[in-house]
């Protein structure tokens, strides 16, 4: 039973919405456009991995995707963790094409894809230390050792797998996403006493859910990005074109000449995602590009958004249902 689903992260949220409005000449433009691929392959990795998690034997097994959990000052996160009455398992999530090349020696991981390689941190070491970071976590929170298991799920089925030195132990520790019953059947056989009661495991799938902690990072800054280098106006949901002309209390698209009446909906929710949930009506003005303070007033209270202050000083929390 999946019990947090995989989601699109607020970092991939505030990516895709800065890269929309980003002026096309924006000097990092194709760093954020890498930044989001990577991303990208990432979340559509971990979504199809569902299809291979959700025909897992179901009673008593909980699935929780996307964990981020506190260790002293610093987190780590984890991207599938199943828990059953006999082990826990962890899985790494990686979605790359190609051929991956695992070097134990120097404990590297090298992408071979379209003639290009590139390198990157061993799966291996990262799984190594999750596992034993998330050990140190449960020591704090269950009463009971519980064994931990750990793999790297290659979600792409179309990906060589290779490693130097030729190990037979690498093919235990990764696999492909097809491979992952016939694993988790392994785990099983392997692991044959009860540890934890179906309560136990509900009791720490809600201390899990309850322990997990949002990133929000400040994606702008990071890329040095300014206000000033954000584009502004509300996008015509038809043809994407920038930006629609306030008309009669209608938004007017005047490359295809389409009418929308909520065409500021998405553009209010671009300004939350990328400077916070708060708005004033001047805000509101200019980053819809409207002239008249009346109508981004009109505009604002027709949603209903909660205010505080009054006059001039007014602001309205523009929150929408599971956004940041
Ligand atoms: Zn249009």
């Known amino acids: 039973m999946i019990v947090k689903q995989v989601s699109e992260s607020i970092k991939m949220k505030k990516l895709k919405v800065i890269l929309r ?27 199809s991995l569902d299809y291979h998690l959700e025909i897992l034997p179901n009673e008593n097994c909980y699935i929780l995707h996307d964990l981020r959990l506190p260790h002293g000052t610093q987190f780590f996160q984890i991207d599938v963790l199943i828990i059953t009455p006999h082990f826990l398992l962890i899985i790494e999530v990686k979605n790359m094409a190609g051929t991956l090349h695992f070097d134990q020696e120097f404990n590297q991981l090298i992408r071979i ?23 140190e976590w449960l020591k704090k929170h269950l009463s009971h050792t519980i064994p931990i298991e750990s793999l790297v799920v290659i979600s792409n089925p179309h990906t060589r797998i290779l490693a ?40 720490l799938s809600r201390l899990l859910l ?9 994606i702008l800054q990071q890329y040095n990005i300014l206000e000033k280098d954000i584009l502004k106006g509300v996008f015509c949901p038809k043809c994407d074109t920038l930006p629609m002309i306030r008309n009669k209390k209608k938004w007017y698209c005047s490359n295809c000449r389409f009418y929308s ?49 009054t006059n001039r000083g007014r602001k309205y929390q523009i929150s929408f249902e599971g956004e940041v």
């Open 113 to 135: 894809n379209n003639e290009m390689e590139e390198t990157y941190p061993s799966p291996i070491s990262q799984i190594y230390r999750q596992k034993f970071l998330f050990s």
């Open 210 to 218: 309850k322990e997990h902690t949002y990133t929000n990072p400040d």
């Open 261 to 309: 009446k909520d065409a500021h909906v998405q553009a209010l929710r671009d300004f939350a995602i990328l400077f916070g949930p708060i708005i004033s009506n001047s805000q509101c003005c200019n980053f819809l590009q409207i002239s008249s303070s009346n109508v981004a007033q009109y505009i604002l209270t027709s949603l209903q958004f909660p205010t505080s202050g």
């Open 164 to 203: 130097t030195p030729e190990t037979h132990d690498l093919s235990q520790r990764v696999i492909h996403s097809n491979h992952l019953l016939a694993n988790f059947h392994m785990f099983n056989k392997i692991h044959k006493k009860e540890i934890l009661t179906k309560r136990e495991i509900k009791k």
């Open 21 to 47: 409005r980003l002026s096309p000449h924006f000097p990092m433009r194709k760093e954020i456009e890498d930044e989001v691929a990577r991303s990208n392959a990432g979340y559509r990795g971990e979504k």
